[in-house]
T-cell receptor, first 111, second 120 residues
């Protein structure tokens, strides 16, 4: 089925470890987004990419880096994981400026 | 798999009037949560209101209220006294607890959104 695919579905890290969350969409969308979901806070935008080759910071970019590898893929990297980054991460994509299609989420726990 | 359907891609309302956004979902679960998120042009996703499925009373947050019909699997959002700042994309979302090899987690599924425009 067409849509947004995130990997892995869940991950446990130790403080200080690094990892990359992968996201791919097969709808030929220009825009892609990374959000984190924390209890009582809704979804907060980490980074977004309006088109291939461009990335911009969202509300909570500190501690994260992103790469728009090509039109399909938008990865999120934690260089040195911290317990405060324990969250559920959502990738999304859209044709225009606002995300419409969400992945299933990646649950990340940092000990 | 759970599905969330928002049948109204776009809606408009006059300032100060009331508007209702529709959402239906499909699940075999009995215990779950439902949410409405507001997405303004800034791309934020702001939690507007939440409802626990085991609660019969409809949730209310100031001008926002829901009509939760569990048997019909319907979860509509009513916005009273609409304001220009209510103009946004609204997403309905369903969340249930899942068990997998990593333990238990809460899986969130979004609808496709309804673009609401409040006209002066």
């Amino acid at each position: 089925n067409a849509g947004v695919t995130q990997t892995p579905k869940f991950q446990v890290l130790k403080t200080g470890q690094s990892m990359t969350l992968q996201c791919a969409q097969d709808m030929n969308h220009n825009s892609m987004y990374w959000y984190r979901q924390d209890p009582g806070m809704g979804l907060r935008l980490i980074y977004y990419s309006a088109s291939e080759g461009t990335t911009d910071k969202g509300e909570v970019p500190n501690g994260y880096n992103v790469s728009r590898l090509n039109k399909r893929e938008f990865s999120l990297r934690l260089e040195s994981a911290a317990p405060s980054q324990t969250s559920v991460y959502f990738c999304a994509s859209s044709e225009l400026s606002r995300p419409r299609h969400f992945g299933d989420g990646t649950r990340l726990s940092i000990l | 798999a759970q599905t969330v359907t928002q049948s109204q891609p776009e809606m408009s309302v006059q300032e100060a009037e009331t508007v209702t956004l529709s959402c239906t979902y499909d699940t075999s679960e009995s215990n779950y949560y439902l949410f409405w998120y507001k997405q303004p042009p800034s791309r934020q996703m702001i939690l507007v209101i939440r409802q626990e499925a085991y609660k019969q009373q409809n949730a209310t947050e100031n001008r926002f209220s829901v009509n939760f019909q569990k048997a019909a699997k319907s979860f509509s959002l009513k916005i009273s006294d609409s304001q220009l700042g209510d103009t946004a994309m609204y997403f309905c979302a369903f969340m249930k607890r899942e068990q997998d090899s990593g333990g238990s987690n809460y899986k969130l599924t979004f609808g496709k959104g309804t673009l609401l425009t409040v006209n002066p």
